[in-house]
């Protein structure tokens, strides 16, 4: 069967890290997420996190071809053999040129592009309000609560806040996004895979209209 892959797009606080989760657990696949993989090099402190960290920290985009070749050594991995759910890639034109072409080496292609749409007005109080798990799981103070504060439900570990969801940094990362990746809107829509969701339901809701999106491509 020839891979499967979709790409989750739309604003910093939009919900594709939350619906990315649960969109490739109900469909098998593997949620590959751009930022969650920056940031555990930051963790580990290897050389390409030492050189992501100077561009997150300023809400700036990592240079494309480090990216690029970051995606393709994780999409090349045996796990990804039925394809990917891509959250935070591609970002720029750039990026969804060698998206395409890495792809097609792999056998597959962009079968769907959720594009979560929410206001600018809402991001900011999302993001202030996010609560990471080291595990990755996204929580938000008011709108998806732990079930003890700041304590992950399902490994107990501590729940933070990220250095980059800071407001000031926060207003620079929307218009990084409405200048470099909002372009990929009309990108996907002239390749007839882009399907608009109204980001602004509940998380349960949203899933579900992306779920049926993807059932009718
Ligand atoms: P992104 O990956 O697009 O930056 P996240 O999935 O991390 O977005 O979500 C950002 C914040 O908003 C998180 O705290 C998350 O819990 C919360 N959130 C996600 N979806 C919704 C929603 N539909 N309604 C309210 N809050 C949401
Ligand atoms: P969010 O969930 O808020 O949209 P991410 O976790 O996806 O944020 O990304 C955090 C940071 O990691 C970005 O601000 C950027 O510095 C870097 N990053 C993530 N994905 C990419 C990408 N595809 N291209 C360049 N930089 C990226």
């Given at each position: 069967m020839a891979p499967m892959y979709i790409v989750m797009l739309g604003p910093p606080g939009a919900g594709k890290g939350?619906?990315?989760k649960k969109i490739a657990q109900?469909?098998?696949?593997?949620?590959?997420?751009?930022?969650?993989?920056?940031?555990?090099?930051?963790k580990n402190e290897t050389d390409l996190g030492k050189l992501a960290q100077q561009y997150m920290n300023k809400g700036e985009l990592v240079p494309d071809d480090v990216t690029v070749r970051?995606?393709?050594?994780?999409?090349?991995?045996?796990?990804?053999?039925?394809?990917?759910?891509?959250d935070g890639f591609p970002r720029t034109p750039e990026q969804?040129?060698?998206?395409?072409?890495l792809l097609e080496k792999l056998g597959g292609e962009?079968?769907?592009?959720?594009?979560?749409?929410?206001?600018?007005?809402?991001?900011v109080e999302r993001l202030s309000g996010r609560w990471m798990s080291p595990s990755?799981?996204?929580?938000?103070?008011?709108?998806?609560?732990p079930k003890v504060k700041w304590i992950d439900d399902v490994d107990g570990s501590e729940l933070y806040q990220r250095e980059d969801d800071k407001p000031e940094t926060v207003r620079h990362r929307i218009e990084v996004y409405n200048q470099q990746t909002a372009p990929l809107i009309d990108y996907y829509r002239s390749q007839e895979v882009l399907v608009e969701i109204d980001g602004t339901k509940p998380i349960e809701e949203v899933t579900d209209d992306i779920m049926k999106a993807i059932e009718e491509a």
């Open positions: 939350t619906q990315a109900n469909l098998d696949l593997v949620h590959v997420s751009t930022g969650d993989l920056f940031r555990e090099n930051l970051m995606v393709e050594e994780r999409l090349s991995r045996p796990d990804c053999e039925l394809g990917a759910v891509l969804a040129e060698a998206l395409g072409d962009v079968k769907v592009v959720p594009y979560i749409k929410v206001p600018d007005e809402d991001l990755g799981r996204v929580y938000h103070e008011k709108f998806n609560p």
